[in-house]
């Protein structure tokens, strides 16, 4: 059985929008202030000039790293994972559990409203959020808009027992017919494999 680890780690990289967004703000209010310009005088100042990069790009960083979390998490899973079998009674799509990307907003929302607050408080917001969101709200890593955007479709599976998961599938599935074989990855969440 999958761990909680997995379940965090789905909650995080669906706030990658929520990085995004502040990003996008920073960018916003930073726009006349931003230059880019690496110059190599000397390994000293290539060094700082790149750490000034960083710093004003930390936030596109941080999203795309949750991006690429979330696709190797998705890509190891399928290539490792014990694959099985399943019964189903019925598919039904399930792409509307936007709970993890509204909260993701908070933050954003609230660097709109006053672009003078610290980016680094609402980056800990927006981590602790997820943490908590994840931790306490069972079906909160159901949705994740970076996976969606790779391909990954969100369908509810009801099993002959009547159990309910959650499948991730780039195939789009119609019927039990499609679905060959799976791998799971967290509690009640499966990747179609077939």
Request: hydrophobic share 50%.
């Amino acid at each position: 059985m999958p761990s909680n680890f997995i379940k965090i780690c789905l909650v995080l990289t669906a706030l990658a929008p929520g990085f995004l967004f502040l990003y996008l703000i920073k960018m916003y209010n930073e726009f006349s202030e931003l230059s880019f310009y690496l110059e190599y005088v000397s390994l000293t100042n290539f060094l700082y000039n790149v750490g000034l990069l960083i710093q004003t790009h930390y936030l596109l960083i941080i999203t795309l790293l949750l991006i690429t979390a979330a696709y190797k998490m998705i890509s190891y899973t399928k290539m490792h994972g014990a694959t099985g079998r399943i019964t189903i009674e019925s598919i039904k799509p399930a792409d509307i559990n936007f709970m993890t990307l509204m909260f993701s907003l908070i933050p954003s929302v609230a660097k709109f409203s006053n672009p003078s607050m610290a980016d680094w408080i609402l980056c800990v917001v927006l981590l602790v959020i997820g943490l908590i969101f994840g931790s306490i709200v069972k079906a909160s890593y159901h949705f994740n808009l970076p996976l969606r955007i790779m391909g990954y479709m969100h369908y509810e599976l009801q099993t002959t027992h009547k159990v309910t998961f959650i499948m991730l599938s780039q195939k789009k599935l119609i019927n039990s017919a499609d679905i060959k074989k799976y791998v799971q990855l967290a509690d009640h969440m499966l990747v179609n494999i077939s």
